[in-house]
């Protein structure tokens, strides 16, 4: 299947969710890291790798306006975590894009997104005959940044409201999982910003991100 096909065959889902409590509360997707928010970025990213994106957020949302995106909140109560974020978007996508097969989370606050994250995410799971795909970077693996068939639904509402799962890890441990791999040189593309430090830790690699597209533009 070409990338075009699996791209029509795509939804994104951005994990906005949180409620950044190392940030003192503050709204980890509206931060602005070298004057454009970090959500601002995680969209540009992803959305030339996909048919739709979506906002899986809770509360007001308005802040999201100039997205120009579906924000879904969560369908169970109580903040139940990314989980419950994912299960939105499968049964989002299930009843108002039935024409897609597979939605790619990402977490609202990982603002250096690979530019093939969902192409890659797809040829990991066909290469392992696999039914969900997840990215690793450093030999570390990122639950939240993965790739689930929208067929998933109704099992992942069991687990969370029937059995009570919450870890990510925990409900993909059931199925078979294809790893994508990658480099953390000269930077990890999935670093995400948690803390105070970590945001200025962003701004100091910005440079980095700079001098790479400009050497890609030469």
């Not at 454009?36 to 790798?49: E, F, N, S, Y």
């Not at 039935?98 to 797809?122: C, K, M, N, Y």
């Not at 639950?143 to 992942?156: K, M, N």
Request: charged content about 20%.
């Amino acid at each position: 299947m070409t990338e075009f096909a699996l791209r029509k065959k795509t939804l994104v889902v951005v994990l906005a969710g949180g409620r950044a409590t190392r940030l003192g509360g503050a709204d980890k997707p509206l931060l602005r890291l070298d004057g454009k928010t970090i959500l601002g970025r995680i969209v540009a990213a992803m959305q030339p790798q996909c048919e739709t994106l979506i906002i899986n957020a809770n509360d007001d949302a308005t802040r999201f306006a100039e997205y120009d995106a579906p924000v879904v909140a969560d369908t169970l109560p109580g903040h139940a975590g990314p989980l419950a974020g994912i299960l939105a978007a499968l049964e989002w996508t299930a009843s108002h894009r039935p024409q897609i097969e597979w939605i790619a989370s990402v977490p609202g606050d990982t603002p250096f997104l690979p530019s093939d994250l969902v192409e890659r995410l797809h040829r990991a799971r066909v290469e392992d005959s696999a039914s969900v795909a997840c990215a690793t970077s450093g030999g570390r693996i990122h639950p939240t940044i993965g790739l689930w068939p929208v067929s998933l639904a109704a099992s992942l509402r069991h687990a969370l409201d029937v059995e009570k799962v919450r870890a990510v890890r925990a409900w993909i441990s059931r199925h078979r999982v294809a790893y994508a791999e990658w480099p953390v040189e000269p930077f990890d593309p999935f670093f995400n910003i948690n803390t105070p430090e970590d945001l200025a830790g962003a701004e100091a690699m910005m440079e980095t991100v700079y001098d790479i597209s400009s050497a890609r533009h030469d």
